[in-house]
């Protein structure tokens, strides 16, 4: 399998991620790593209906994608990992799958989050998660669409 991108969209299955990075990368399945919505028929079936069919779409928790991904399971094909915000992610590298680097597109306004950038809200967990994640030797960047220049996330917490 080759990870050709990871990247947190709260968006998720949307235009840009359909437009821009899915073209770019020649992504054959999208993974998302979400302990929420992997139990949320509803949303689900919302994000299979936005997915290109082009592409193949897994949903899994945090702990069931660690397993796949260190398993290499889909040996072979291009895949893009997607999540919400960085606790999956900070859990998949925890449970023992490491990531070189993370691409931080919008993180919506909500509840207790700070602006860092225009389209992206970050709250104090979410800090913490990114700091962290740093400190395990992830790479952490905002770039809304692959022609945009990437901007280091850690400068700008």
């Known amino acids: ?3 050709v991108g990871v990247r947190i969209d709260d968006r998720l299955i949307h235009g840009q991620v359909c437009g821009y ?3 770019q990368y020649k992504v054959e399945r999208i993974l998302i790593v979400d302990n929420e919505v ?11 209906f ?40 900070l859990e998949l590298v925890q449970k023992g799958y490491h ?4 691409c931080i597109g919008n993180m919506s306004t909500r509840q207790g989050a700070k ?5 992206v809200y ?10 962290e994640l740093s400190k395990l030797g992830v ?13 280091d996330l850690v400068n700008l917490l």
């Open 122 to 131: 970050v709250t104090e967990e979410d800090k913490k998660d990114f700091l």
């Open 50 to 89: 936005g997915c290109p069919q082009s592409c193949k779409l897994s949903i899994f928790d945090s702990t069931k994608a660690a397993d796949k991904l260190i398993r290499k399971i889909d040996e072979g094909i291009r895949v893009m990992l997607l999540a919400q915000g960085p606790k999956p992610f």
């Open 38 to 48: 992997c139990n949320d028929e509803a949303r689900k079936t919302a994000l299979k």
């Open 115 to 119: 602006q860092i950038k225009k389209t």
């Open 99 to 102: 990531l070189d680097e993370i």
């Open 139 to 151: 790479k952490l960047y905002l770039q809304e669409k692959p022609t945009d220049g990437k901007e």
């Open 1 to 3: 399998m080759a990870i």
């Open 21 to 23: 990075w899915i073209p």
